[in-house]
């Protein structure tokens, strides 16, 4: 193991918070750079207050760590290119660039990944629109800055050409056909720059666009689970992956879609930190930091629930219910209507009994 390194976490959220908790376990130090200064990373860390865009706050951010990472991919890549040292990024921008617009996105996986994606188009204006084949379901969606639902729009009927042509007026988007599937997927993988190791495949279940429920091991057959593990594994070599990338999937039948990645630990790998030997915030700092990474054992069956912030009262009535599940709240200090709070994660082999919120 390495000397104790300073990293440097662009984004002070709750992956920033539980990126940092793991690095301090290994005995590092962290320095986290965000606009708000009670941030949930502020818990846990030095803070530089500053937008994600303020070169001289990145200059400064670089300048006191030997390592950067980032908790999401809306990060300014020719800031960071602007200032960090040769080596100090072990992610690099690319990966940024390719995760933060989906027509790169697209044609990494289809192309260079060569993984299977639903049949999609690039959009650049309301006339590319133009004769949709309304027998089929679409899903259009802004290029860059679409979270959580925001920036899509799903056309079934004729009615919801007007939403559409409007969004693709306002900006270049990506125009899929809706897959017909049977599950929603993800896989958690980790790289160190050489190698990689990988997460079981989890089955996510999401209310209005935000991820809900979470159920490890995924109810899929072992067959289309080793399709989906094979696939994250082609993805991480392309792009040569340190750190955790989350690669999120459909799944049907006999197939298995690739649908994004996310370049950081995600939401539907919290309950790694309990069930499994190693979570998806340790093979991220021992990625980044180009150290060895185990593979990984899954202690037991598990469901994750997220805890969004009218879930508040329920999530500390379950609690007291269920003291044998494990809550994690990130020290958010005001509970939004659909901001995420925090997340329980209960050990089950019975996930249908694990209600949500």
Same mark, same amino acid.
């Given at each position: 193991?390495?000397?104790?390194?300073?990293?440097?976490?662009?984004?002070?959220?709750?992956?920033?918070?539980?990126?940092?908790?793991?690095?301090?376990?290994?005995?590092?130090?962290?320095?986290?750079?965000?606009?708000?200064? !009670? =941030?949930?990373?502020?818990?846990?860390?030095?803070?530089?207050?500053?937008?994600?865009? !303020?070169?001289?706050?990145?200059?400064?951010?670089?300048?006191? =760590?030997?390592?950067?990472?980032?908790?999401?991919?809306?990060?300014?890549?020719?800031?960071?290119?602007a200032v960090i040292?040769?080596?100090?990024?072990?992610?690099?921008?690319?990966?940024?660039?390719?995760?933060?617009?989906?027509?790169?996105e697209k044609e990494?996986?289809?192309?260079?990944?060569?993984?299977?994606?639903?049949?999609?188009?690039?959009?650049?204006?309301?006339?590319?629109?133009?004769?949709?084949?309304?027998?089929?379901?679409?899903?259009?969606?802004?290029?860059?800055?679409?979270?959580?639902?925001?920036?899509?729009?799903v056309i079934k009927?004729?009615?919801?050409?007007?939403?559409?042509?409007?969004?693709?007026?306002?900006?270049? =988007?990506?125009?899929?056909?809706?897959?017909?599937?049977?599950?929603?997927?993800?896989?958690?993988?980790?790289?160190?720059?050489?190698?990689? /190791?990988?997460?079981?495949?989890?089955?996510?279940?999401?209310?209005?666009?935000?991820?809900?429920?979470?159920?490890?091991?995924?109810?899929?057959?072992?067959?289309?689970?080793?399709?989906?593990?094979?696939?994250?594994?082609?993805?991480?070599?392309?792009?040569?992956?340190?750190?955790?990338? =989350?690669?999120?999937?459909?799944? /049907?039948?006999?197939?298995?879609?690739?649908?994004?990645?996310?370049?950081?630990?995600?939401?539907?790998?919290?309950?790694?930190?309990?069930?499994?030997?190693?979570?998806?915030?340790?093979?991220?700092?021992?990625?980044?930091?180009?150290?060895?990474?185990?593979?990984?054992?899954?202690?037991?069956?598990?469901?994750?629930?997220?805890?969004?912030?009218?879930?508040?009262?329920?999530?500390?009535?379950?609690?007291?219910?269920?003291? /044998?599940?494990?809550?994690?709240?990130?020290?958010?200090?005001?509970?939004?209507?659909?901001?995420?709070?925090?997340?329980?994660?209960?050990?089950?082999?019975?996930?249908?009994?694990?209600?949500?919120?």
């Amino acid at each position: 193991m390495n000397s104790s390194k300073i990293i440097g976490i662009i984004g002070g959220g709750q992956l920033g918070q539980m990126m940092a908790i793991s690095a301090i376990y290994m005995g590092h130090k962290v320095v986290t750079l965000d606009p708000t200064a !009670d =941030c949930p990373a502020s818990l846990v860390s030095d803070m530089i207050v500053a937008p994600y865009d !303020d070169v001289d706050a990145l200059r400064q951010l670089s300048a006191r =760590c030997d390592v950067l990472t980032y908790e999401f991919e809306n990060v300014d890549a020719d800031g960071l290119d602007a200032v960090i040292k040769e080596g100090q990024l072990p992610q690099g921008t690319d990966l940024l660039r390719i995760s933060q617009n989906r027509i790169f996105e697209k044609e990494f996986l289809s192309k260079k990944a060569q993984v299977k994606v639903a049949p999609y188009k690039v959009v650049t204006s309301s006339l590319d629109l133009e004769d949709l084949d309304l027998s089929k379901t679409y899903v259009l969606k802004t290029a860059t800055g679409g979270y959580d639902g925001h920036g899509q729009v799903v056309i079934k009927t004729s009615d919801d050409l007007a939403a559409a042509r409007q969004l693709a007026n306002s900006a270049e =988007c990506v125009l899929e056909e809706f897959v017909d599937f049977d599950l929603e997927i993800s896989v958690i993988v980790s790289g160190n720059g050489k190698d990689v /190791t990988v997460f079981p495949v989890q089955e996510n279940i999401h209310r209005n666009n935000i991820l809900s429920k979470t159920i490890v091991p995924a109810r899929i057959s072992d067959q289309l689970a080793e399709k989906a593990k094979s696939m994250a594994v082609q993805i991480s070599q392309k792009l040569n992956l340190s750190g955790t990338l =989350c690669v999120e999937m459909f799944a /049907t039948d006999d197939d298995i879609i690739v649908n994004e990645i996310a370049p950081r630990p995600h939401n539907s790998g919290h309950y790694s930190i309990e069930a499994c030997d190693f979570s998806q915030f340790d093979t991220h700092i021992l990625g980044i930091l180009g150290e060895p990474l185990p593979p990984i054992r899954l202690l037991s069956p598990a469901v994750m629930i997220n805890v969004l912030g009218q879930d508040m009262e329920a999530a500390q009535a379950f609690l007291q219910e269920n003291p /044998t599940a494990h809550p994690h709240f990130y020290g958010k200090l005001e509970a939004k209507h659909n901001r995420k709070m925090g997340h329980v994660t209960v050990f089950s082999d019975v996930p249908d009994s694990v209600e949500e919120f």
